[in-house]
C-alpha cells in the first residue's frame, strides 16, 4: 500500500503511548535503551518522562501512580543492571495486583546470549515475578507486543508486564499499524459469572445472623466501593479491612470494624472467628490476615469472591466461589438479597471495639509527656487533612502504624506494599501517587530505615516541585524488626539500631522545607505548619524507641488470639 | 504421593517451559518426567509432564499453569485415566549378544526389539510403562549395558477427542 508508514521501533512505542493514553513514564536512560529516548525527546510535549534516582525508584514510583490512577504505570530501564534493578518492584506490583508496563533495553540481537556489555537475561529472570514477560526481537513485533502488554497488565487481576526490547527493535523500521488487543485466547480476564454460586452465597447470607464481610484490594480494582457498601448495608453486615482494602469504605461508616488481620482492629479478628458466614470480596486469605489458618473461621461458611480462579481453597476452603470482577458480583448479588438487621451481632462486637479504644488506642493516641508515639502522629496529621489525604507508607511499624490511625473518607486512598512488603517502597511510591492525583494531598508516613533505602527519590521530589508530606517516625531502629527481637529474641538487638544522618540537612540540600519534632507539645503545631506549607515538607518526628504496634496476632497464632502489650492476652 | 500426568497446551511462546518449571521448582516439587512435542493443532505445543505430590498440591499447580498468559488449557490425570507410554533405548556390546543366547530370550519376552547392530554394540528398543522399561534395564546390565535412556511418558486421554478441541472451538 502507498500509504504504509515505516518508521522505527521506538517511534513506534511513543506513538503506541499516546494511544493507550499513558500520562507518564518513570524510568532511567542507559546504553541498551537509547534509541527509545532518543525517539521520547521528539515526544517530550506529549509524554512527560519521570527521571527518578534510580530505577527501584521509577518501579516504585510507577506502582504509586498505578495505585492511585488505577492506569498501568510504565516504567523505562536500560538493560543489565538497569534491569535488575527493577525487579523488587516487579515482584511488588505481582504480589498487590498492580498493573505495570516496564520496558528493558536489551542489547542487539546478534549479540544475545554471548554476554555482550550489560546482558542479562530479562526475560527469564522476570518471569517468575511478573504476569507476562517477552523479548522483542524485530521491529514487526512492537505493535503487537506493546498492545498485548497493555491488555494483559490492566486487565483481569492486574499485574507487572516486562517487554525486554532489543537494541535492534528499536532501531529496525516496521510498517506502522496499530490495534489495542481485546482478546487472547489462551487468557480469560473476565470470567463469565454463574449463577449457581450466587444464588447459594445469598442464601446462606439471607438466612445468617452474623454475617461478615471482608474486602480487599480487588473491591478497589473493581471500583466496586459503592457496591460493597450498598450490599453491607442492605444485609447489615459489619466490614472488615485487608491493609490494601483500607480506603475500600471510609473510616466513619457505621458497619466499618476496620483492619484485619495481625495488627489488625479487634472487632475484625473476634468477628472472623464468631461470624456465621462470611463474605470475602478481593481478597486472598493473606497469612498476616488468617494468622493459623487451621483456627481461621472454622464455624463459619465461607464465600470467595475473586477475579482469579487459584485464589479459591488456596488457603482458607471456600463453601462458595464467585469467580468473578468483584463489582460485577456484588451488583449481581445484591437484588438476591433480603434487608435484614442484625443490631445484636453488631452490638456483640461492640464491646471489642471499646476495649481496644480503651487498651490499645487511647494510650496510643493521647498526648503523652514523656514521649511521641506513632500512633499519635499519625492520627494527628490524618486529622489535619481532614482525614482525606493520599495515605502512601514505608513497610514496618510507621505501615502498619499509618493502617491503623489514618482515616478514609475516599476510594484509592491508600498506597502500601502488602504482599510483598518492600522497605524503600514509600518514598517513590509518593511521587507516583502525587503525579496520578496532584489535587489531593499526598501524606508520606516513613521509617528512618526505608527512608534510607530510596532516599535519592527526595531529587525527583525537588526537579518536580511535588507536594509531597513526607513523615519521617525516626526512632534510630528498624523498629519492626525490634519489636520482634523484644518479643522473641529476649531483646537482643541484632542489627536493628541505626546510626542516622541529620535528615533534616538532607532535607535542606534537596531544597525541602522541614521541621524536628522532638518533644510531644511540639507535634500539633508542627503539623499545622506542615498542613499549611505549600510544597515538599519534611516532618522528621522523633519517636520512642520502646513504642511498638499492637495488638499482635503472633505468627502461628489463632486469629482470636490477641495481645494488647508485650505481656496480656486479651480476654475479649 | 501419586504420580500425576499433567498435560499442557500452549501458545508457541518463547519461554513456557521455563515459566511451568518455575511453578513446581517454587513449591519444591521435581518433575519427573517431562516431554514437549507441537500438538496436533496447528500452532499449539503440549507438554506431558509427570509428578509425584498429592492431588490437592497438583490441582493447584495446574490451575496456576493454566494462570500463566500463554497457556491455554491444563489438565490433571491420575494413571487410570490416560493411556502412556514411554521409550528406552538400551546399547549392549555386540559380544555379549552374539555369545549369549540369554540376551536373545530376554529380548524376546520384554517384546523388545532390535534397531541397530554394528560389529561393536546392538541398540535395543523398548517402549512400555516405566516399570516395564525399568525390567529390561534390571536384565540387560548384567550383559555389560553400555548405555541407556529413557523418554518422557507421551499419553493421551481415554476419551474420544482431545479435549482442548472443544475449548478452541468455544474460544476462537
Known sequence: ?572 | MELYTITVFSENQVGILNQIANIFTRRGLNIESLSVSPSSIEGVHKFIITCRSDRAMMQRVARLIEKRVDVLKAYLYTDSEIVYQEIALYKVPADQLLDNSNVERVIREHNARILEITRQYVIIEKTGHTADTDALFQELKHYGLLQFVRSGRVAVTKGTEEQLTRFLLNHT
Open chain 1, 1 to 572: 500500500m502507498a500509504n504504509e508508514e515505516m518508521i522505527s521501533g521506538s517511534e513506534m512505542l511513543m506513538r503506541i503511548l499516546q494511544r493507550e493514553g499513558v500520562e507518564y513514564v518513570f524510568g532511567y536512560p542507559g546504553g541498551s535503551i537509547m534509541p527509545v529516548y532518543d525517539a521520547l525527546y521528539r515526544h517530550q510535549g506529549d509524554i512527560p518522562h519521570i527521571l527518578t534516582r534510580h530505577e527501584q525508584g521509577a518501579i516504585h514510583a510507577a506502582e504509586g501512580y498505578a495505585r492511585v490512577s488505577g492506569k498501568p504505570g510504565v516504567v523505562f530501564s536500560t538493560s543489565g543492571p538497569g534491569a535488575t534493578n527493577l525487579v523488587t518492584g516487579m515482584a511488588d506490583a505481582l504480589a498487590d495486583s498492580t498493573p505495570l508496563v516496564i520496558i528493558t533495553g536489551q542489547v542487539d540481537t546478534e549479540h544475545l546470549g554471548f554476554d555482550a556489555f550489560q546482558e542479562t537475561d530479562v526475560v527469564g529472570m522476570s518471569l517468575p515475578v511478573t504476569k507476562w514477560s517477552y523479548q522483542i526481537r524485530k521491529a514487526e513485533d512492537v505493535a503487537w507486543a506493546v498492545a498485548r502488554a497493555f491488555y494483559v497488565a490492566s486487565t483481569g487481576r492486574p499485574g507487572p508486564v516486562v517487554l525486554d526490547f532489543t537494541h535492534t527493535a528499536q532501531c529496525a523500521k516496521a510498517v506502522w499499524d496499530y490495534h489495542p488487543c481485546t482478546r487472547l485466547r489462551s487468557y480469560a480476564p473476565v470470567p463469565e459469572i454463574q449463577s449457581k454460586p450466587l444464588a447459594e452465597a445469598a442464601v446462606l447470607l439471607n438466612s445468617s445472623r452474623k454475617p461478615l464481610i471482608l474486602a480487599g484490594h480487588g473491591v478497589a480494582l473493581a471500583k466496586a466501593e459503592k457496591q460493597l457498601a450498598e450490599v453491607a448495608e442492605k444485609i447489615d453486615a459489619p466490614v472488615g479491612l485487608t491493609l490494601l482494602g483500607l480506603s475500600a469504605l471510609p473510616s466513619s461508616h457505621p458497619l466499618c470494624l476496620g483492619m484485619a488481620g495481625m495488627h489488625g482492629n479487634i472487632p475484625v479478628n473476634i468477628a472472623t472467628n464468631q461470624a456465621d458466614v462470611i463474605l470475602a470480596v478481593g481478597m486472598r486469605f493473606d497469612n498476616r490476615v488468617t494468622g493459623a489458618t487451621e483456627h481461621y473461621a472454622r464455624q463459619a461458611k465461607i464465600i470467595h469472591i475473586d477475579i482469579d480462579e487459584t485464589e479459591f481453597n488456596k488457603s482458607i476452603p471456600a463453601d462458595v466461589a464467585i469467580h468473578a470482577d468483584a463489582r460485577e458480583a456484588l451488583d449481581k448479588l445484591l437484588p438476591l438479597l433480603r434487608r435484614n438487621e442484625h443490631a445484636d451481632w453488631r452490638a456483640e462486637l461492640k464491646p471489642h471495639a471499646e476495649a481496644e479504644e480503651r487498651l490499645v488506642i487511647q494510650p496510643e493516641t493521647a498526648e503523652r509527656e514523656d514521649c511521641i508515639h506513632m500512633g499519635a502522629v499519625v492520627s494527628r496529621v490524618s486529622a489535619a487533612f481532614g482525614d482525606d489525604a493520599i495515605v502512601v507508607t514505608d513497610v514496618g511499624l510507621n505501615q502498619m502504624m499509618s493502617a491503623r490511625y489514618s482515616r478514609f473518607t475516599q476510594p484509592d486512598s491508600i498506597v502500601t506494599s502488602g504482599g510483598l512488603g518492600t522497605m524503600g517502597f514509600g518514598l517513590p511510591a509518593a511521587i507516583g501517587a502525587k503525579l496520578a492525583r496532584p489535587d489531593r494531598e499526598v501524606v508520606l508516613f516513613l521509617g528512618d530505615g526505608g527512608f534510607q533505602m530510596t532516599m535519592q527519590e527526595l531529587g525527583t521530589i525537588m526537579e518536580h516541585n511535588l507536594d509531597i508530606k513526607i513523615v519521617l517516625l525516626n526512632n534510630n531502629f528498624l523498629g519492626n524488626v525490634r519489636q520482634m527481637q523484644a518479643m522473641f529474641c529476649e531483646r537482643r538487638f541484632s542489627a536493628t539500631p541505626l546510626a542516622n544522618p541529620d535528615f533534616m540537612k538532607i532535607a535542606s540540600a534537596y531544597g525541602i522545607a522541614s521541621e524536628d519534632v522532638e518533644r510531644p507539645e511540639q507535634l500539633d503545631d508542627a503539623i499545622a505548619r506542615m498542613a499549611a506549607h505549600k510544597g515538599a515538607f519534611l516532618l522528621n518526628v522523633n519517636i520512642d524507641e520502646e513504642n511498638m504496634v499492637f495488638p499482635i496476632t503472633r505468627g502461628g497464632d489463632p486469629v482470636d488470639t490477641i495481645y494488647v502489650n508485650l505481656t496480656d492476652r486479651y480476654q475479649g
